[in-house]
Nanobody
Framework: QVQLVESGGGLVQPGGSLRLSCAAS????????MGWYRQAAGKQRELVAN???????HYADFVKGRFTISRDNAKNTMYLQMNSLKPEDTAVYYC?????????WGQGTQVTVSS
């Protein structure tokens, strides 16, 4: 089993920044894909960005140039640096890890962008 714990969410003004963290523990295999998803109220969960074990990154078009995903394999931790935040970025952000055909989710962290 893998446990994922997100942190770093909160309330920020438009144009501000936040950094999310996702710490993985348990049977974390060295070969995996970690990603950030988000779900706004009344909407479906969507992929924000993901990164694999060799740090190949993929971003959704709506965050390109504003968000940066990274990971520290030694610490089994993934990060999402979010800059130039917009009100439409308001959502619960979830950490995801896929390894050996299994998918694991964190509990989510709320990000609210509002003045």
């Amino acid at each position: 089993q893998v446990q994922l714990v997100e942190s770093g969410g909160g309330l920020v003004q438009p144009g501000g920044s936040l950094r999310l963290s996702c710490a993985a523990s348990g049977s974390v295999f060295s070969i995996n894909v970690m990603g950030w998803y988000r779900q706004a109220a009344g909407k479906q969960r969507e992929l924000v960005a993901n990164i694999n074990s060799i740090r190949t990154r993929h971003y959704a078009d709506f965050v390109k140039g504003r968000f940066t995903i990274s990971r520290d394999n030694a610490k089994n931790t993934m990060y999402l640096q979010m800059n130039s935040l917009k009100p439409e970025d308001t959502a619960v952000y979830y950490c995801n890890l896929i390894a050996t055909a299994e998918s694991y989710w964190g509990q989510g962290t709320q990000v609210t962008v509002s003045s």
